[in-house]
């Protein structure tokens, strides 16, 4: 069955076809099974403005992820173009190592710490989430051995969190794809349950079940010996796994536990800091007070790389203060164009309220419209927080029965999202979107309209093979 096209389209600008050919001659994209790929073609992305972008097809596609969950201001934005040209001929690059420094990442870190929780007084910059989640690894245990406790090594995890993909990244990561290639992870890495009541509730309410699984911590912390652990470290909303929102209990009892032992608590910001949940970082609004955020994506709306780690004084003050030379650090450090293009963007999220507008306006807003869609007869669960939402895909709604993960129902659904020009994004059965903050009421609408639409071709499609 060929769904209807309805998407606005304008005539093709590029040939696709010779475009795909060449991208499966040279490039390895990753996470890609590239056999698959070039039997199918690339959809090649040609233009954004707003929160639309454009295939090379001409087909106009509502970003409902923002790229990859980062372009929060929009695509299009001249201002951020303007200060990469403007830094690029001042002083494209200059290193922050041998005691050098560059006015861009000395005016961001300032920024930063203004916008960051009040025990917040240093960063330190990296080029990708992943080194700042690397970046982590090494803080954390450089603190525990300048502290003289150099057997505290052990940093905790979860299963299906999503920390990056180097060594460090993908050990902390909980996917099971990422650890069975490559012998991860790495010693000193362990997982304790996701919090995710859907499919650990059993049904207990949710606030208990929140501090269930938030104990699973303290029970691993026991059997580990606490004098042996140094740190957890969690996203506030699991992103990648499939915007898994934990129960309003889980964190502040995270926090507790963390404080009982003495552990360090690592909040990986990458998707919900700057704004994403409708708070500048998601620890404000889970109500916790990490001792390390780490950032990326939303810092420079991903118009250019840049992560790095919030550092707060008890770490701060160890490393500075006690540690001397921390040998750490890479060449993009503190790079001069990305730092004042992340400024940019943040002077951008402050004119426009942005972070006020998704905690007051829009975020509100999704939640009423998205968990609408829970009526819909393919709809197990659909909830969001900020701008963030996700959705399950099931068989039987009354008792709850779910697809067998082998037929891949998100990603039929997924098909149906692209060609209605709408991107949501597929984990497992689990549809998500994290469209850019700037997204207005109008838009939500159109978008849950896009939503709606699939879904109900979705139930066709899934109905003509009999699987429902
Ligand atoms: N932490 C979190 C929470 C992330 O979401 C990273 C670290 C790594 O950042 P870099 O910049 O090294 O990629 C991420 C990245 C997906 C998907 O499938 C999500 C990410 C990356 C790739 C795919 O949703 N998040």
Redesign the pocket.
């Known amino acids: 069955m060929k769904p209807m096209e309805t998407a606005a389209r304008t005539a093709p600008i590029y040939d696709t076809a010779a475009l795909q050919r060449e991208d499966s001659l040279h490039y390895l994209h990753?996470?890609t099974d590239h056999k698959a790929l070039a039997a199918q073609g690339a959809r090649i992305i040609v233009r954004g403005e707003g929160i639309y972008v454009w295939d090379s097809e001409g087909l106009r596609i509502l970003d409902g992820?923002s790229g990859?969950?980062c372009v929060n201001v929009g695509y299009g934005r001249k201002e951020l173009a303007d200060a990469a040209y403007r830094q690029m001929m001042e002083l494209p690059f200059y290193n922050s190592f041998f005691n050098t420094a560059n006015v861009p990442a000395i005016k961001l870190a300032s920024a930063l710490v203004k916008v960051a929780p009040p025990h917040f007084e240093h960063v330190f910059y990296t080029?990708?989430?992943?080194?700042?989640?690397d970046t982590v690894v090494r803080m954390v245990r450089r603190y525990w051995d300048i502290e003289g406790q150099p057997q505290r090594k052990i940093i905790i995890s979860r299963h299906n969190?999503?920390?990056?993909?180097?060594v460090a990244?993908a050990s902390l990561?909980g996917m099971k794809g990422m650890h069975a290639q490559g012998d991860l992870p790495i010693p000193n890495i362990v997982h304790i349950e996701q919090p995710y009541h859907f499919e650990n509730g059993h049904g207990l309410p949710i606030d208990e079940y929140g501090i269930v699984a938030a104990r699973r911590l303290e029970e691993r912390i026991l059997e580990l010996g606490p004098e042996r652990v140094a740190a957890f470290i969690g996203?506030p909303v699991?992103?990648?796994g499939g915007v898994i929102i934990p129960p309003p209990t889980y964190w502040p009892e995270i926090q507790r536990i963390c404080d009982r032992y003495g552990v360090l608590l690592a909040s990986?910001?990458?998707?919900?800091g700057f704004g994403r949940l409708g708070h500048w970082f998601g620890a404000q609004y889970m109500g916790i007070r990490p001792d390390l955020i780490?950032f990326?994506?939303g810092v420079s709306s991903g118009y250019i790389?840049l992560?790095g780690v919030l550092v707060g004084d008890r770490v701060a003050r160890t490393l500075i203060d006690k540690g001397g030379e921390f040998h750490h650090g890479f060449t993009y450090s503190g790079h001069p164009v990305a730092c004042a293009v992340a400024l940019e963007n943040l002077a951008i999220i402050e004119r426009e309220h942005l972070v006020d507008k998704v905690r007051e306006d829009t975020g509100p807003y999704l939640k009423q419209q998205f968990e609408a869609l829970a009526d819909h007869p393919l709809v197990g669960l659909a909830e969001s927080c900020g701008l963030v939402a996700g959705l399950v895909l099931v068989k039987n709604k009354r008792p709850v029965e779910t697809f067998a993960e082998e037929l891949a129902v998100g990603m039929i659904c997924r098909g149906y999202m692209f060609r209605n020009g709408v991107i949501m994004?597929a984990?497992g059965d689990r549809m998500?979107i994290a469209p850019p903050l700037v997204i207005s009421r109008a838009q939500i609408d159109e978008m849950i309209g896009l939503i709606r639409r699939c879904l109900d071709q979705t139930r066709q499609d899934l109905k003509s093979r009999g699987w429902i």
């Open positions: 990753p996470f992820m990859l969950w080029g990708s989430g992943s080194e700042g989640n969190a999503y920390h990056g993909s180097t990244g990561s996203e699991q992103g990648a990986d910001e990458v998707i919900c780490t990326a994506k790389p992560g994004r984990v998500i």
